[in-house]
């Protein structure tokens, strides 16, 4: 079966999990680092844990097909939302660049918003769209205390007012401020955030 055959390709490659850096065992990250995951909550955010410890999780979800990382985070963090008790209604991700896309084949965020949401049994919506600043990358704009005004944007009308956000880190908190503006304006009236790994955490 494949999963049979991702333990030898992981083997033959001498990939390490993300977390522990011990062998894999399976795809992803090991087992153990899987059952150990446990939400942690700020305010209106749930992660993981923080930068440095997920850092290379976050990389890897990025830049090398990380696809099997996605379901045990989404488990954990939607572990996080239910024990948190709040009311999501949709679940939407923090949109990229769409030459970012284009050169990934997909945006993490949403890959990791999509899990979520089946985790919790609500849908998830692609309601946002994101304006492309030249000399802009993510990791410089979310470093800075704000985002120019008007780069995220809603592209449709909100079907429901509770929302949950998804990125894959949480810096200054700039981009959920943005996002959740943009939400708000469409007539949200609660925007949670989850993310991987939080910064200062
Ligand atoms: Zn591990």
Redesign the pocket.
Known sequence: GWRVRWVRIERVLGL???????P?DRSG??????A?LRPQRRHNLVYLGGYREFRKVVRTLKFRGGRALVPPLARALAEGVREAGWDVEAVTAVPTTWWRVWRRGYNPAELLGRAIARELGVPYRRVLGRRYFRSQTRRRADLRASLPAGVFFLQRELPVRRWLLVDDVWTTGATFRAVERALRAGGAEAVWGTVIAARGS
Do not use: H, Q, W
Request: glycine share 6%; proline share 7%; net charge positive.
């Open positions: 390490t999990c993300p977390l522990c850096g011990a894999l990250i090991c087992t153990r680092c899987a150990s």
